[in-house]
Nanobody, 123 residues
Framework: QVQLVESGGGLVQAGGSLRLSCAAS????????MRWYRQAPGKERQLVAT???????SYTDSVKGRFTVSRDDAKNTIYLQMDNLKPEDTDVYYC?????????????????WGQGTQVTVSS
């Protein structure tokens, strides 16, 4: 069973930085396209950044130039470096991904979510 575990959230002043991590556990897990989402209370979950298996990254407009998504496939981990944080970046951040697992019956790709990590940016 694959689990995604986020870490690195916290409280930071505006203009500061945080680095989120998302580690996938589970035997034989291979990360494909991975994503970071964020969600404020009462609002829809918003896609923030995507990174493909080849390392191609894309971002929502509001974080371009401030956030950087990366991955370390040897560690089955993705990261979100967040710089020049703004109060409007305050949200719960979730890791999501398409993960290949192998079994005696072959391979399958399923989507997984992490439990979320709170990011709070004070003004």
């Amino acid at each position: 069973q694959v689990q995604l575990v986020e870490s690195g959230g916290g409280l930071v002043q505006a203009g500061g930085s945080l680095r989120l991590s998302c580690a996938a556990s589970g035997n034989g897990a291979h990360l494909y396209t991975m994503r970071w989402y964020r969600q404020a209370p009462g609002k829809e979950r918003q896609l923030v950044a995507t990174i493909t298996r080849s390392g191609s990254a894309s971002y929502t407009d509001s974080v371009k130039g401030r956030f950087t998504v990366s991955r370390d496939d040897a560690k089955n981990t993705i990261y979100l470096q967040m710089d020049n944080l703004k109060p409007e970046d305050t949200d719960v951040y979730y890791c999501n991904g398409d993960i290949l697992t192998m079994s005696s019956g072959g391979g399958r790709i399923d989507g997984y979510w992490g439990q979320g990590t709170q990011v709070t940016v004070s003004s």
